[in-house]
C-alpha cells in the first residue's frame, strides 16, 4: 500500500506561496527590531504579531479545530490529507486578507490595535502551522476535548488580554463602543 503524499505537498507548497505572496506585497519577514523571539506576550506593542507566537496563536489552533469538524461534516469523503489542504488554503488565504491595507486599517480603526500594522512574516507563518496543529488534534481527541480546548483557549484570552477569536470576528464585523472601552480597560 502507497501512501498519497500529493496533499501534504500541496499543504506544504500552500504554506510557501503565502510567505512568497506575503513578502512580495511588502510585509516585514520577521520583526524590525532585528531578532526573533518564540513566544511575545505583549499585545499592545509594536512587536506584537512579529514573533512566531503571540496570545493570538490560540485563535489559529481554534481555527484548526473549526476547519477540521466543517470540512469533516461537508467533506468527510476526502482523505483527511485533501481536507487539510483544504483548511491550510482557506487560513492562508485568511493571512493574505488579514495583511491587507484595507483589514489592517479596519483593525487600527475598531479596536484598541491602534499600533497594528500587520504580521511579520514569520508570524503568518507560524500562525498557519498552529491551525494545523488544532486540525491534526481534532482529528486525535475527542469531540468534547475539541470543545474544550476552543472554549478554553477563549476563555484564557478573554480575561488575559482581553480578546480572542470571537472578540476579534465581533469587533471587525460589528463594532461595538462598549467591547472597545472594556478591552482598552476602561
Known amino acids: 500500500m502507497t501512501r498519497d503524499l500529493r496533499p501534504h505537498a500541496v499543504t506544504a507548497a500552500i504554506i510557501l506561496a503565502t510567505a512568497a505572496w506575503l513578502l512580495w506585497i511588502g510585509r ?4 524590525d527590531c532585528g531578532y526573533i523571539k518564540l513566544w511575545h506576550g505583549e499585545t499592545l506593542s509594536a512587536e506584537n504579531s512579529q514573533h512566531i507566537s503571540d496570545w493570538y496563536t490560540p485563535s489559529h489552533v481554534i481555527h484548526g479545530i473549526l476547519f477540521y469538524a466543517g470540512l469533516w461534516l461537508v467533506a468527510r469523503r476526502l ?5 487539510l489542504a483544504i483548511a491550510t488554503a482557506i487560513e492562508s488565504a485568511w493571512e493574505i486578507v488579514e495583511n491587507s491595507d484595507a483589514i489592517i486599517e ?9 499600533d497594528y500594522y500587520g504580521d511579520s512574516v514569520i508570524n503568518s507563518v507560524a500562525d498557519i502551522l498552529a491551525m494545523v496543529a488544532g486540525f491534526w488534534l481534532a482529528r486525535v ?11 478554553g483557549f ?12 470571537t472578540l476579534n470576528i465581533l469587533m471587525l ?5 462598549s467591547v472597545r472601552e472594556w478591552q482598552a480597560g476602561a
Open 28 to 31: 516585514v519577514p520577521w520583526c
Open 79 to 83: 482523505s483527511f490529507g485533501w481536507r
Open 106 to 114: 479596519r483593525y487600527r480603526a475598531v479596536t484598541i490595535s491602534l
Open 141 to 151: 481527541i475527542p469531540v468534547r476535548a475539541s470543545i474544550a480546548v476552543v472554549v
Open 154 to 165: 477563549e476563555v484564557l484570552t478573554a480575561i488575559v488580554i482581553r480578546d480572542g477569536l
Open 173 to 177: 464585523l460589528w463594532p461595538l463602543e
